[in-house]
């Protein structure tokens, strides 16, 4: 088993349609699933490029219990394995491995098989993702009185 690498392309959300302005920003990268991840991580000098919004600062918890303070930020179109949504990252410092964590691999729909060392679409949602969710349910109805 190892790591599972995928490429991905980055753009800011509503770069596209801004026709009248500076070219939008793309960039395609290299990018390491990691399963133990809550969110994406992108390296300073990636989120700078694309010239991503500043969302605060979050505490992170590490693999080693070490707690960091990092920046959070957001818009970014991400397509990935064929299949793309918007999101928030965190920044990371300058030359950091770029990371997808669990938050795209869910909303997504992606499966991680770390033998093969790819990333697919779920084999009982090939072409849109599923999602999970609990509540929307109809209630009985209630007679009137």
Not at 47 to 57: M, N, P, Q, T, Y
Not at 96 to 105: A, D, H
Request: proline letters at 8%; glycine letters at 8%; one cysteine or more.
């Amino acid at each position: 088993m190892g790591e599972i690498r995928v490429r991905a392309r980055l753009e800011k959300e509503g770069a596209a349609g801004n026709s009248g302005r500076r070219k939008a920003r793309a960039l395609e990268i290299d990018a390491v699933v990691d399963t133990g991840a809550v969110m994406m991580l992108l390296p300073q000098e990636m989120a700078e490029s694309l010239r991503l919004d500043s969302r605060g600062k979050v505490i992170v918890q590490l693999a080693n219990d070490q707690k960091i303070e990092l920046c959070r930020a957001g818009g970014i179109l991400l397509t990935v394995a064929g299949r793309q949504m918007t999101t928030d990252c965190l920044v990371g410092p300058p030359g950091c491995e770029p990371l997808i964590g669990q938050i795209v691999l869910e909303s997504l729909d992606l499966i991680p098989d770390p033998v093969k060392r790819t990333l697919t679409p779920r084999p009982e949602s090939p072409f849109l993702p599923t999602l999970k969710m609990k509540g929307l349910a109809r209630e009985p109805a209630i007679a009137s009185l």
